[in-house]
């Protein structure tokens, strides 16, 4: 039953992320700036199902995300890292951590990792070891979430190139722990 729930919690926020507006027509100058939307959409959703707890359900380590109103909870986190399962997974001799983790009432776990392609004249942050980057993050994180959601911006790409990355990472992770939504 916890699973299920899980399993709608995360195709929940999926669905959230893949219909937002804040992302239409934007061009992002960083991979800090991308990220800072998907945490608004993130907040906003986590807000609306759990009013005035959003603070407490996301976590992140990005003093960024301290700016009202989607605050992030600088006391949670501390607490968070302290945990045996917190942020850090130490794996193939380094310390990982996913961008933002939701912890929703009920102690499961959802890793989001971010990733960005950036315009074409910064062709290595276009190029497969940004994709790699963030498959390998994501599925490091499993090892202490429930579930993880890989989440690429790739508003510089060409309509096609995005829409044949979504098939691919949608075919890449049915069956799996593991989501991805491409958002251009």
């Given at each position: ?82 945990q045996r399962l917190g942020p850090d997974v130490r794996a193939l ?92």
């Amino acid at each position: 039953m916890r699973a299920r729930r899980l399993l709608r919690i995360r195709d929940d926020i999926v669905r959230a992320l893949t219909r937002a507006r804040v992302f239409r027509g934007r061009h992002y100058r960083s991979e800090d700036h991308f990220e800072a939307d998907v945490w608004r959409v993130l907040w906003r959703w986590a807000n609306r199902r759990w009013p005035d707890k959003a603070a407490d359900i996301l976590l992140t380590s990005h003093t960024s995300r301290e700016r009202a109103p989607w605050t992030r909870s600088a006391e949670r986190w501390e607490k968070f890292l302290r945990q045996r399962l917190g942020p850090d997974v130490r794996a193939l001799g380094s310390n990982n951590r996913v961008d933002i983790v939701v912890r929703p009432p009920g102690g499961d776990s959802i890793g989001i990792e971010v990733e960005w392609f950036s315009r074409a004249t910064h062709a290595k942050k276009r190029s497969a070891s940004v994709l790699a980057h963030g498959l390998g993050q994501a599925a490091l994180a499993l090892a202490h979430r429930d579930l993880t959601i890989l989440v690429i911006g790739c508003s510089a790409s060409r309509g096609e190139e995005a829409r044949e990355l979504r098939r691919h990472l949608i075919r890449a992770c049915r069956g799996s722990r593991m989501r991805a939504v491409v958002i251009q």
